[in-house]
């Protein structure tokens, strides 16, 4: 088990709590009679899902999915839920104008990403492909 402890010199506690923002933004929603059967629905291609990642291996499962323009069953793995709150909320302080323009490159922890990235591709980060030489992340 490795917890990703996020360290820049740019990195304070106001972007720490808007990043959780961002992450409790993302998974928030309604619950009705609805949800029941779209639970139901998400528990079967879960299955689906999981059979084919023990298949054909995960990350080409993630990205086949994507490539048909799915989102994997719940939506996201840790790690892609982790990259995409990062991101997001990074991305959001820049464009207000408070962290520099070279902080985005920090918070990719997946190599290889494009700015800006594919909303599929920040959610498909694995731990197996997470993090990259240039982030200034520890493992502890």
């Known amino acids: 088990m ?7 010199p740019w ?3 106001d972007h720490a709590c808007l990043i ?7 998974i928030k929603a309604e619950y009705d009679f609805n949800t029941v059967w779209q639970l139901a629905w998400t528990v079967a291609k ?3 899902f999981c059979i084919q990642a023990r298949v054909a ?11 048909q323009g799915q989102l994997a069953p ?3 793995i840790c790690s892609g839920f982790v990259q995409y ?10 464009r207000r104008g408070t962290l520099p323009e070279e902080c985005r490159q920090d ?3 997946r190599s290889g990403l494009a700015v800006p990235p594919e909303h599929a591709m920040l959610l498909s980060t694995t731990p197996k492909i997470w993090p990259p030489a240039h982030c200034s992340a520890g493992s502890s």
């Not at 490795?2 to 820049?8: G, M």
């Not at 959780?20 to 993302?26: I, K, N, Q, W, Y």
């Not at 291996?57 to 490539?67: D, P, V």
Request: proline share 0%; charged share 25%.
């Open 2 to 8: 490795a917890i990703l402890r996020f360290e820049a």
């Open 11 to 13: 990195f304070t506690d």
């Open 20 to 26: 959780r923002g961002v992450m409790l933004d993302f």
């Open 46 to 48: 879960r299955v689906a």
């Open 57 to 67: 291996g995960l990350q080409s499962t993630l990205e086949r999915t994507y490539a």
């Open 74 to 76: 719940g939506q996201f």
């Open 85 to 94: 709150g990062f991101y997001d909320a990074v991305d959001r302080c820049i």
């Open 107 to 109: 918070v990719l922890f």
